[in-house]
């Protein structure tokens, strides 16, 4: 458990630290990048991840991701999240959750729950 934690943690870090080659490392070379929300859009393989993440990187200025919670099984964690960033110049923060499983120290498979709806909301400033 505590290698499972060490992976989340290290990948954690190097999201909030935008550099991609970085946060690709953390990954194996089968990672699935799983979007559970229709606004997001899944990815297999570490290099397509990398390819990716210039994208998004460019997209999200100031993203920051703040871990609300842990909880760790085995080679599986569950991580809610706070992410934070500015989209098209407007701040935007929504809340999440990381689901993992590690496989040798690196980061196998991520699915992310995240609301489209809401991101939607903040960034063109519709609803309530």
């Known amino acids: 458990m505590v290698a499972t934690r060490e992976a989340v943690e ?3 870090r190097a ?3 935008h550099d991609r080659d970085e946060i690709a490392a953390c990954v194996t070379p089968g990672f699935f ?3 559970t929300s229709a606004a997001g859009v899944s990815v297999r ?3 397509a991840y990398r390819e990716r993440l210039a ?3 460019a997209g999200f200025a100031e993203l920051r991701y ?3 919670d842990m909880l760790i099984d085995g080679d599986r964690a569950a991580v809610p999240y706070r992410m934070s960033a500015r989209y098209g110049g407007a701040p935007v923060s929504i809340r999440g959750m990381f689901r993992f499983r590690v496989a040798g120290g ?4 991520r699915v ?10 903040q960034v063109t400033g519709a609803g309530p």
């Open 10 to 12: 290290r990948y954690i």
């Open 15 to 17: 999201l909030n630290g």
């Open 33 to 35: 990048n799983e979007h």
């Open 45 to 47: 393989g570490r290099d």
């Open 55 to 57: 994208s998004f990187l």
């Open 66 to 68: 703040e871990v609300e």
């Open 106 to 109: 690196l980061i196998d498979h």
């Open 112 to 121: 992310d729950y995240w609301d489209g709806a809401e991101f939607e909301r």
